[in-house]
């Protein structure tokens, strides 16, 4: 079955940077594109980056561009999120996804908090 594990998250402080790490298992990797989201406390879950199949084509949410890159490693079922220049609001749980055959998979999530 499909499995998704994320790793990598943490504490940290504003301005730093983390991570984050997701391997997948399962299915086709390499056939599907990959993204992470997060969730913050009362807020609803938010796309933040998606990498096409081959990693050709990336596309990131507005709030984290040029701060947060998105990459893959098909030899190794690998997704990771570069995270720089960390915000308070930046805080929340991320979530690696995959898209199967029209089914959204999800991993456990890893925790990211920004603080002082």
């Known amino acids: 079955q499909v499995q998704l594990v994320e790793s990598g998250g943490g504490l940290v402080q504003p301005g730093g940077s983390l991570r984050l790490s997701c391997v997948a298992s399962g299915f086709a990797f390499s056939s599907y594109a990959m993204s992470w989201y997060r969730q913050a406390p009362g807020n609803e879950r938010e796309l933040v980056a998606t990498?096409?199949?081959?990693?050709?084509?990336?596309t990131h949410a507005e709030s984290v561009k040029g701060r947060f890159t998105i990459s893959r490693d098909n030899t190794e079922n690998m997704v990771y999120l570069q995270m720089n220049s960390l915000k308070p609001e930046d805080t929340a749980v991320y979530y690696c996804?995959?898209?199967?055959?029209?089914?959204?998979?999800w991993g456990q999530g890893t925790q990211v908090t920004v603080s002082s």
């Open positions: 990498i096409s199949r081959a990693g050709g084509r990336r």
């Open positions: 996804n995959a898209r199967v055959y029209a089914v959204h998979y």
